[in-house]
């Protein structure tokens, strides 16, 4: 795509945001998680690429927040965000660095939004903390570890807030499912899986990258690398990182208790040149419970084929769970039809709780074919039911939310550092075992944040 074709596409996306804007129900002040209008919180963000981007989409429809700056170290990706806020009635001033940032517009900025390369997280984020600002990043927190506890260190040195961009943890969606449906209705979970697989494509590239002497002064070696970052070691950590850290985090929030190890396997051929991350990647998380069991996790990611996209399930010895962040790739509870599984009658009164939505499936027909009947093999299944709560905004805006009902009035944080630092600690370990060939075990002191080496 070229660069004047990304900035129409851009701005023309951005008009039809400010046109449809209004429409949205969540624009309503009485929201008690954003709090009124009047409660303003300034806003600034280090790094408007792709994912500040789709942040922004949130930020803007969130009342009582208003950007105030930007810093980017590619002008063009500046002059985007002037043009995105201005449509929004948000006029920003634009920086190169993101230190002349903080100083100049110290007394302007609440909270600063780090949407920057994963190599460059910790540094936003521990300058930010320390001159007194809260701080939403993205994840991954980074992509080396010792830099994830950095963060955890300076954020409970300073006392200021830190929220790490693991959305679905304030995802209504989500929310229900772990505090509802899987301990309540799916019975011991022994198995999950998740996968998110995407369509073989070329590195992104465009006619007028950021000069070279720009790119040498922040880190980069070339205009390759800073476009693809996330399959450069350096920057990033490949697909596994980058997306993998999303659904891996949700097998620790449904268990409760990180990994006991990860087996994994990768491939860095699927593209010409290849990366240097892995381009497709297939682990198995082992998780030791409390009560001496152990439960297990497949995980796979694969950016060579786009077949089956993104979900996970839950798979527990009354029910299952498939759900995804689009809830058209997965959004239903399955029961189990077994002797001695969940009845009919306990399966009602989950719909009468409005867990989960009525459907065909509920009047199940007692009666089996020949065939699957004589056929030990085959298990009868029943007809999935909808999940009974819905969402209806972007996928960032409630993890933004909380984060800014935090910032006004101290509402617990969905995501703080150290819970994002266990999921840090697992996903990066899938890419040290594909590397070794060899089990990683993990010891419980692991995902407990270190001490600062002297």
């Given at each position: 795509m070229s660069l004047d074709t990304n900035r129409r596409s851009f701005l023309k996306g951005a008009a039809v945001g400010a046109a449809f804007m209004p429409s949205f129900s969540i624009l309503h002040a009485e929201d008690a998680t954003i709090g009124?209008?009047?409660?303003?919180?300034?806003?600034?963000?280090?790094?408007?690429?792709a994912e500040a981007r789709v942040l922004s989409a949130s930020l803007v429809r969130?009342?009582?927040?208003?950007?105030?700056?930007v810093c980017d170290i590619w002008k063009f990706q500046c002059q985007q965000a002037k043009q995105f806020f201005k449509n929004y009635g948000m006029q920003i001033t634009t920086y190169e660095d993101y230190r002349e940032m903080l100083d100049k517009e110290d007394k302007n900025i609440d909270a600063v939004v780090v949407a920057t390369p994963d190599w460059m997280h910790c540094e936003h984020t521990c300058y930010c903390l320390r001159k007194g600002k809260h701080?939403?990043?993205e994840k991954e927190m980074s992509n080396?570890?010792?830099?994830?506890?950095?963060?955890?260190?300076v954020q409970k040195e300073t006392g200021k807030l830190l929220q790490i961009g693991h959305q679905r943890r304030s995802n209504p969606r989500y929310r229900h499912c772990f505090e509802n449906v899987v301990p309540n209705m799916l019975g011991r979970v022994t198995t999950a899986y998740a996968q998110w697989n995407r369509t073989l494509a070329p590195f992104f590239a465009v006619k007028r990258p950021p000069k070279q002497e720009i790119l040498t002064k922040y880190g980069y070696e070339n205009p390759e690398?800073?476009?693809?970052?996330?399959?450069?070691?350096?920057?990033g950590g490949g697909s596994m990182v980058d997306l993998g850290s999303h659904q891996i985090d949700l097998f620790i929030w449904a268990w409760g208790v990180p990994p006991s190890s990860v087996t994994a396997i990768g491939g860095k051929d699927a593209f010409t040149p290849r990366r240097q991350?892995?381009?497709?990647?297939?682990?198995?998380y082992e998780f030791q419970m409390p009560d001496g069991t152990k439960n297990e996790a497949y995980y796979q990611v694969i950016s060579s084929n786009a077949r089956g996209g993104f979900y996970e399930q839950f798979m527990g010895v009354n029910a299952s769970l498939t759900i995804a962040e689009i809830s058209a790739r997965g959004n239903t509870v399955q029961r189990e039809l077994r002797a001695g599984g969940l009845s009919d009658a306990d399966w009602q009164k989950f719909i009468d709780k409005g867990w989960i939505l009525p459907s065909e499936g509920d009047k199940i027909k007692k009666e089996v074919t020949k065939d699957i009947a004589v056929d030990t093999r085959i298990s009868a299944q029943a007809t999935g039911n909808a999940l009974g709560v819905s969402?209806?905004?972007?996928?960032?805006m409630p993890h933004l939310e909380n984060f800014f009902a935090a910032c006004r009035h101290g509402a617990k944080l969905n995501c703080p550092a150290e819970l994002a630092y266990e999921s840090a600690v697992a996903v990066l370990a899938a890419n040290v075992s594909a590397d070794s060939h060899k089990t990683h075990?993990?010891?419980?002191?692991?995902?407990?944040?270190?001490?600062?080496?002297?």
């Open positions: 009124p209008k009047d409660d303003q919180i300034n806003v600034a963000l280090i790094g408007f690429g969130i009342p009582g927040v208003r950007v105030r700056a701080v939403y990043c080396q570890l010792e830099l994830a506890a950095e963060m955890c260190r690398q800073y476009l693809n970052w996330r399959w450069f070691y350096k920057y991350a892995y381009d497709r990647v297939m682990c198995l969402m209806n905004k972007p996928a960032h075990y993990f010891k419980p002191e692991d995902f407990k944040v270190p001490p600062r080496k002297a």
